[in-house]
């Protein structure tokens, strides 16, 4: 490995790195092959300027990137150095990934990586079954492995305080014309590989319901199909919210979500009141946790989500003119 990565290597790596979620699939990323190290870039062409003004959604989508991508590499015995923001005059470039000594994959890593191609956003509503400790522990754990904190509301009282928090943070976001625009514009109802098609969009939301949803279109619902009353949500956080910490929190976040891919269990995202400062640090205030939230999830049981498209492979990669 003394040469450093080759195309093979970034264009197979790449393929289970644009898995990852990002904010209503805009996959806001790009991968460069630069002196034998594989980059990780965001795309400024794929900005949210209304939903996302200040980076920090594709900062942690590009995180959730990294981490497949470093997963892949490993699976593929080619594990990689990781340097975040390794260029202070190209703040785009999210990491730098070298070749570290070659080793075979732990079965840790082969489990999490099977799950890539499973994991899906679940909008819709999930069954009653409650989380078993197990895997509350497991998804706690895959926090820390990648140096963040968990924080798993149970109970009624702790998720209606945080519904609350939730559902301002919706209603102020709701208000903005710039930010209803924008979502509707990556609504998707053909075959367009970017976006959210309505299929995958959950049901519409209804008055009664405890969480908010965005409103990407979805389907009428079906009677007695109401979300769980008591859902498990869990608040990923970081130390701080600088950029580092930012892309940090996305690699914790992927690694979340495929450990609980591989638990059998059903994941979707509410990013509301991340997205609102004045909600953001009312959650924080409401946990009496040091660090910075970054993702709210709803976890449960449910069917199987719905893929959404990807973009080619070759759309998101960066070679050298003679390699190109």
């Known amino acids: 490995m003394e040469t450093g990565y080759t195309v093979e290597q970034l264009r197979a790596a790449a393929t289970d790195a644009v898995r990852a979620p990002s904010l209503h699939n805009v996959q806001p990323w790009r991968f460069r092959l630069r002196d034998g190290g594989i980059e990780v870039l965001l795309d400024p062409t794929r900005r949210l300027p209304a939903t996302d003004p200040s980076g920090w959604g594709a900062r942690v989508a590009g995180g959730a990137a990294l981490f497949n991508l470093r997963l892949a590499l490993a699976v593929a015995g080619a594990?990689?150095?990781?340097?975040?923001?390794?260029?202070?005059?190209?703040?785009?470039?999210?990491?730098?990934?070298?070749?570290?000594?070659?080793?075979?994959?732990?079965?840790?890593?082969?489990?999490?990586?099977?799950?890539?191609?499973?994991?899906f956003s679940n909008r819709a509503p999930f069954w009653p079954d409650p989380v078993p400790a197990d895997s509350r522990w497991r998804l706690g754990e895959a926090a820390r492995a990648e140096h963040c904190w968990l924080e798993l509301l149970?109970?009624?009282?702790?998720?209606?305080?945080?519904?609350?928090?939730?559902?301002?943070?919706?209603?102020?976001?709701?208000?903005?014309?710039?930010?209803r625009a924008e979502r509707e514009a990556w609504v998707r109802a053909g075959d367009e590989p970017d976006g959210v098609p309505v299929t995958a969009s959950g049901p519409q939301a209804e008055p009664h319901d405890l969480l908010p949803s965005r409103g990407f279109g979805g389907i009428p619902r079906a009677?007695?199909?109401?979300?769980?009353?008591?859902?498990?949500?869990?608040?990923?956080?970081?130390?701080?919210?600088?950029?580092?910490?930012?892309?940090?929190?996305?690699?914790?976040?992927?690694?979340?979500l495929l450990t609980a891919t591989d638990a059998g269990l059903s994941v979707s995202m509410l990013s509301q009141p991340i997205e609102v400062p004045s909600a953001r640090e009312q959650l924080r205030l409401s946990l009496g946790r040091f660090g910075t939230p970054q993702m709210v999830m709803r976890i449960g049981y449910g069917q199987p989500g719905r893929p959404t498209p990807r973009r080619a492979v070759d759309e998101v990669l960066d070679l050298p003119v003679h390699l190109a």
């Open 79 to 119: 594990p990689a150095t990781v340097r975040l923001r390794p260029y202070p005059s190209e703040p785009d470039v999210l990491a730098r990934l070298v070749p570290d000594l070659p080793r075979r994959p732990s079965p840790a890593e082969q489990s999490l990586y099977a799950a890539i191609p499973r994991r």
């Open 154 to 179: 149970i109970g009624v009282s702790a998720v209606n305080a945080f519904a609350e928090i939730a559902r301002g943070a919706h209603r102020v976001l709701e208000r903005d014309p710039a930010y």
């Open 223 to 256: 009677p007695g199909r109401d979300f769980e009353p008591e859902p498990l949500v869990a608040v990923l956080g970081s130390a701080g919210n600088t950029a580092v910490d930012q892309v940090v929190a996305g690699q914790a976040l992927q690694r979340m």
